[in-house]
């Protein structure tokens, strides 16, 4: 195992339990490191910090440990372990209305670049560093063992997450199984999961309970979901008693997934119309009948660089939304950028009331749901944002 040193002074943050390592950070590595190897920290005077992934870019080490041990089965089998028991106590694991829930989320889990998301009897494992790409394998075994008689399938799916620099040569497919079946259950209603092509690993697991509270705000509405992707917000409102619902996703494929979901839950229900149409034209030629709007577009901001435009993109998107929503109208609006704080979202949001005219309330400030924990020594995994108002 190679030793990372870190210039004098630079300890301080993994003192307080952050788990990176920025490459301005490190004084000298004794060795060639390969990208991907686990490694010591230690301080420029050689005392010992933690163990974690190395990786090529800003974020050089991705903390694994804070003690001294080897990062091996045991290793892992504890931590899936204490990840499984915490979404048991919350009520999402074991549960017989919900086999749909995120198992490990990263840094959250401190198993950072590792996301792992339970639909049904299949368990879709994502990779986000090079290190979990090599530890796949590891991974597996430790869940197939945890979960033993709850998961008998793992897919991992990681081609588009991992730095094409690193060129790995990665391929979707099954690590465990292989079984066709991809029904999952969230709440009592189902739904088909695309983790083969579909975005992320395969649905919106964090929108969970933002959808629940949807569900109770929908009887007697017209409601519009865009960037629908595959309906989860939909087929809420249909049960929770909506008049009627439209679904608009910019992806025909999407739009296909999501009326397979709301058939899945209300087969033949003439309530629900879906709509393969980019967002903006959409929002322009649309009339007024709707007082029930849903805004949850991808990410407009990746990176730093992106911020700007992705304030005005989420401007642009609410000014829209209040020109349009009838009297007494709720909107549900969203930001899953992680560059996008709390502040710059509301702001955005804010300046495009105030562009209406309308009279607007917030009713409830969203996160994300209690299985995408957040590290309280790592701030940044707070990533998804979302306002519920009232407009007169």
């Not at 190679?2 to 000298?28: C, D, M, N, Q």
């Not at 009331?353 to 309330?361: I, K, L």
Request: hydrophobic share 40%; net charge neutral.
């Amino acid at each position: 195992m190679h030793t990372v040193y870190l210039k004098k002074g630079k300890e301080e943050s993994l003192k307080r339990f952050h788990p990176w390592v920025f490459s301005g950070a490190i004084h000298h590595i004794d060795g060639e490191v390969e990208e991907g190897e686990v490694v010591r920290v230690v301080t420029a005077e050689g005392q010992f910090i933690a163990v974690g992934h190395y990786q090529i870019g800003s974020i050089a080490v991705r903390v694994l440990s804070f003690e001294d041990e080897a990062i091996g089965e045991n290793f892992w089998l504890r931590r899936l372990t204490v990840a499984y028991d915490m979404r048991r106590a919350i009520g999402v694991a074991d549960n017989p209305l919900n086999n749909t829930y995120r198992l490990v989320h990263g840094e959250g889990d401190n198993l950072p670049g590792l996301v792992i998301d339970v639909y049904g009897k299949t368990a879709v494992v994502q990779a986000h560093s090079v290190g979990m790409h090599c530890c796949r394998h590891e991974v597996a075994r430790a869940l197939s063992e945890v979960m033993k008689g709850v998961v008998e399938n793992i897919y991992y799916k990681s081609e588009t997450t991992l730095p094409y620099k690193a060129e790995l040569g990665q391929e979707n497919g099954f690590i465990l199984g292989g079984s066709p079946d991809n029904v999952a259950m969230e709440n009592g209603l189902n739904f088909h999961v695309d983790w083969l092509k579909g975005q992320k690993t395969g649905f919106f697991v964090d929108q969970r309970e933002n959808r629940a509270l949807l569900e109770r705000y929908s009887k007697g509405r017209s409601v519009l979901n865009m960037f629908c992707y595959t309906g989860g917000f939909s087929f809420y409102a249909m049960r929770g008693g909506a008049k009627l619902v439209h679904s608009v996703d910019s992806s025909a494929k999407a739009i296909d997934l999501t009326n397979k979901n709301v058939e899945l839950n209300f087969p033949g229900d003439s309530r629900h119309t879906a709509y393969a149409e980019d967002a903006f034209k959409f929002l322009d030629r649309m009339g007024d009948q709707y007082d029930l709007i849903i805004l949850d577009p991808p990410a407009f901001a990746k990176h730093k660089d992106a911020l700007r435009n992705a304030l005005q993109g989420y401007r642009k998107l609410n000014a829209k939304a209040f020109e349009k929503i009838k009297p007494g109208g709720i909107l549900f609006t969203f930001s899953c950028s992680q560059v996008v704080t709390k502040d710059n979202f509301r702001t955005a949001v804010f300046t495009a009331a105030a562009m209406s005219g309308r009279s607007v309330r917030i009713l409830h400030q969203l996160t994300q749901p209690a299985d995408h924990p957040v590290n309280i020594y790592h701030p940044e995994g707070e990533y998804l944002k979302g306002l519920v108002l009232y407009v007169e």
